[in-house]
């Protein structure tokens, strides 16, 4: 059985997305209906290959791959390939620059992830750092959004993001937390080993997350909207930690 392919690059089908699983093809994450049967198998596999499973219910499953037989399960093909973290930082090792990460909490429109994961790349960022749950993904939507920068720019997706942050710190990497109470980012010193860490659309920074953070820094606003898009924020975050290095590197 040949796997059926649908919007976002689904496979659909039991046995479809069992031979995925066995070909390693690049999936992001898989979709079912219960991790119990046959179905449970698929599962298992999944897990023990790193890919995330998501329970969800048999009307989901037919909007997403229009009523297509998926036999109440799909999965959702990746863009790109997740990196371990020690593989970003081997990125700034390799270019002899403080490294230089984008932690993403939460942001699951993956238009604003294409374009974090664009910008990112054009700023020279190390990599980006996505959290397993509650989280965008390398899904085709993404990469068409990234302009093809999915492609180039590393990423690597971790279980818990304020526990990777923990380990972090010990290498030496501080946390600066984007939030619009926090002190103005041309103010503060971005010019070592960053993180800058963007909160979800909704409810920015996570509080778990936001207790890792060494420093919350903010944009100044002027006009009557008294917030950005996550993506723009982020955007203008970056080239702030751009400017600040380009000074430092002229002195």
């Not at 991790?35 to 998501?54: D, F, M, N």
């Not at 371990?84 to 270019?95: F, G, I, N, R």
């Not at 002899?96 to 990112?120: K, M, Q, S, V, Y």
């Not at 008294?226 to 080239?239: R, T």
Request: aromatic share 4%; net charge neutral; with cysteine.
């Amino acid at each position: 059985m040949k796997p059926e392919q649908h919007t976002e690059n689904l496979i659909c089908g039991r046995n479809a997305v069992a031979e995925a699983l066995r070909a390693e093809t690049p999936i992001d994450h898989i979709l079912v209906i219960s991790e119990t049967g046959s179905l449970g198998a698929i599962c298992q596999a999944a897990k023990r290959a790193g890919i995330v499973v998501k329970v969800t219910d048999s009307r989901r499953l037919d909007q997403l791959t229009e009523h297509a037989n998926h036999q109440g399960v799909c999965a959702v093909g990746a863009c790109a390939a997740y990196v371990s973290v020690s593989d970003l930082l081997a990125v700034s090792e390799k270019k002899g620059t403080a490294p230089f990460l984008i932690l993403c909490d939460g942001i699951e429109d993956p238009h604003n992830l294409g374009a974090i994961l664009r910008t990112a790349e054009a700023a020279g960022a190390d990599g980006v750092i996505l959290p397993k749950r509650r989280s965008a993904s390398l899904t085709q939507t993404v990469h068409k959004t990234s302009a093809g920068a999915a492609s180039w720019i590393p990423v690597a997706r971790v279980g818990n993001l304020a526990t990777e942050m923990i380990a972090l710190k010990k290498r030496g990497i501080w946390f600066y937390g984007a939030d619009m109470g926090g002190s103005p980012a041309v103010q503060t010193d971005l010019t070592g080993a960053a993180g800058l860490v963007i909160g979800s659309e909704g409810f920015g920074l996570s509080a778990p997350v936001r207790a890792q953070c060494d420093a919350i820094v903010s944009l100044p606003m002027f006009g009557r909207v008294n917030s950005l898009n996550a993506s723009v924020a982020a955007g203008i975050l970056m080239y702030e930690v751009v400017r600040q290095r380009g000074a430092a590197s002229q002195k």
